[in-house]
């Protein structure tokens, strides 16, 4: 059975940091690709960011690029999102998402597994 475990999502003022973490249990992400993904208030879903099956290449939106460090721990099976220097415009629900695939993808219908998503919400 696959299962995805999202934390680490909170309220946080502007300016501030939040790291998200994604554990996942029945898949070996050392195959997968894995995205984060978020749904903003009243919004569809945009991709955010990607790490590549064997970690050697990361990308990023253009709205948070030079802000979010996303990694992998193929080992520990975990991927997790550093966000550094939140706007309110980050406001959204977080998701996880894994697809067998060496490089990136940001398309949503890429991805075949996905977590529940966390919350963040950025305001002072």
């Known amino acids: 059975q696959v299962q995805f475990v999202e934390s680490g999502g909170g309220l946080v003022q502007p300016g501030g940091s939040l790291r998200l973490s994604c554990s996942v249990s029945?898949?070996?992400?050392?195959?997968?690709?894995v995205s984060w993904f978020r749904r903003a208030p009243g919004k569809g879903r945009d991709w955010v960011s990607c790490?590549?099956?064997?970690?050697?290449?990361?990308r990023y939106a253009d709205s948070v690029k030079g802000r979010f460090t996303t990694s992998k721990d193929n080992e520990a099976n975990t991927v997790t999102l550093q966000m550094e220097r939140l706007e309110p415009g980050d406001t959204a629900d977080y998701y996880c998402a894994a697809e067998v695939m060496g490089e990136c993808e940001s398309a949503i219908d890429e991805y075949s597994y996905w977590g529940q998503g966390t919350q963040v919400t950025v305001s002072s």
């Open positions: 029945g898949l070996r992400l050392e195959f997968y690709a």
């Open positions: 790490v590549s099956a064997r970690e050697d290449n990361t």
